[in-house]
């Protein structure tokens, strides 16, 4: 797995520009326009230019700054706002600290107001809860 996700990292790397920005996208986790909100409040940092989160699609979209930032740091800023990303996953406390809207493991169950995004070819038998390490 780890390496699979190495390869697209590298690749997502090759939109760099030559004023020094580049663009990466990856996958991000989450359910609603909180998470949207979140997610891009946690890449309001240095070094970070643009950072947009597609609900629909799970995917945040960064331009950023290599020599300031790196896309781990990207990914590592996201996960420790609760959302798990394609190479980082947020631990057990940032993912707990969620709205329960926002709880993208559970299949965001309270996003009832607000519908969550639409797993098409969803059936019930197979639920792709990847990484979902719920003991309790
Ligand atoms: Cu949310």
Same mark, same amino acid.
């Given at each position: 797995?780890?390496?699979?996700?190495?390869?697209? %990292?590298?690749?997502?790397? %090759?939109?760099?520009?030559?004023?020094?920005?580049?663009?990466?996208?990856?996958?991000? =986790?989450?359910?609603?326009?909180?998470?949207?909100?979140?997610?891009?409040?946690?890449?309001?940092?240095?070094?970070?230019?643009?950072?947009?989160?597609?609900? %629909?699609?799970?995917?945040?979209?960064?331009?950023? =700054?290599?020599? =300031?930032?790196?896309?781990?740091?990207?990914?590592?800023?996201?996960?420790?706002?609760? +959302?798990?990303?394609?190479?980082?996953?947020?631990?057990?406390?940032?993912?707990?600290?969620?709205? =329960?809207?926002?709880?993208?493991?559970?299949?965001?169950?309270?996003?009832?107001?607000?519908?969550? +995004?639409?797993?098409?070819? +969803? &059936?019930?038998?197979?639920?792709?809860?990847?990484?979902? &390490?719920?003991? +309790?």
């Amino acid at each position: 797995m780890r390496v699979l996700l190495v390869t697209v %990292f590298l690749v997502a790397g %090759f939109g760099t520009w030559a004023q020094g920005k580049a663009i990466v996208e990856f996958t991000a =986790k989450g359910c609603c326009p909180m998470c949207e909100d979140r997610i891009i409040e946690a890449l309001d940092v240095p070094g970070v230019r643009v950072a947009e989160w597609n609900q %629909f699609e799970e995917k945040a979209t960064v331009v950023y =700054k290599p020599k =300031k930032i790196t896309q781990e740091r990207i990914e590592q800023l996201v996960a420790e706002a609760g +959302h798990d990303t394609e190479h980082v996953m947020a631990s057990d406390e940032a993912y707990g600290a969620l709205a =329960k809207c926002c709880l993208y493991r559970d299949g965001c169950p309270g996003c009832s107001d607000h519908e969550g +995004h639409d797993h098409e070819g +969803h &059936d019930d038998e197979g639920h792709d809860d990847e990484g979902h &390490d719920d003991e +309790h």
